[in-house]
């Protein structure tokens, strides 16, 4: 079984609506993070969280909100999608000082 | 703020041919990096990573990278390529004073050709 596991794997979307995407671990790591993937952009972090009561945002936050239910738990909102927001967005999870960090398959957004 | 620059976006070799695939990062303070690959349709994976002591390193599948620290690169290479190392690679910057967040390059993909 996958160590972090990401739902849905893909979606279409029509803009104005509101889309949950959601990644789970069972690798015990306290930090999860949440990137999206554009072509020539590289991975852009867009919320991080260190344990269940730290949520911070990352670089490109705006128009996304996060929530960690549970250790093993975090999930990505975006509340009104637009279609600027269609990309490939990843999961990953680390633990301590080293950051190595472990990533999702995942989730292929597109916003109509 | 950090930054990391990956200055071919795309590299096409043949088989078997030696690649060389460039990265420079701007932080001037101590720093780990590493390089991760992603192959068609899958997530990210470690490739290798430099967090201190050798400035060479090298991974299970052939390739290496050097840590430069005069010139603030991290070279990735290797001497003889598989058509199964066509895929996009990433190199990647932690500070260790903030947080330890990463910084990606903006990727180059690999294509290798028979």
């Known amino acids: 079984d996958a160590d972090v596991t990401q739902t849905p794997r893909n979606r279409i979307t029509k803009t104005g609506k509101r889309i949950m995407l959601e990644c789970s671990q069972t690798k015990g790591h306290d930090r999860m993070y949440w990137y999206r993937q554009d072509p020539g952009l590289g991975l852009r972090l867009i919320y991080y969280s260190f344990d269940v009561k730290d949520i911070n945002k990352g670089e490109i936050s705006d128009g996304y909100s996060v929530s960690r239910q549970a250790q093993a738990k975090f999930s990505l909102s975006l509340e009104s999608a637009i279609p600027n927001q269609t990309a490939l967005y990843f999961c990953a999870t680390s633990v301590g000082y080293l950051n190595e960090q472990f990533f999702g398959p995942g989730t292929r957004l597109t916003v109509l | 703020a950090q930054s990391v620059t990956q200055l071919d976006s795309q590299v096409p070799v043949f088989e078997e041919a030696p690649v060389e695939l460039r990265c420079n990062y701007s932080s001037s303070v101590s720093v780990y990096l590493f390089w991760y690959v992603q192959y068609p349709n899958q997530g990210l994976q470690l490739l290798l990573k430099y967090l201190s002591g050798s400035t060479l390193v090298e991974s299970i599948n052939g390739f290496e990278a050097e840590f430069n620290k005069s010139q603030t690169s991290f070279h990735l290479r290797k001497p003889s390529v598989h058509i199964s190392d066509t895929a996009e690679y990433f190199c990647?910057?932690?500070?260790?004073?903030?947080?330890?967040?990463?910084?990606f390059g903006g990727g180059t993909r690999v294509l290798v050709k028979p």
């Open positions: 990647a910057v932690s500070e260790r004073a903030a947080g330890n967040k990463l910084t």
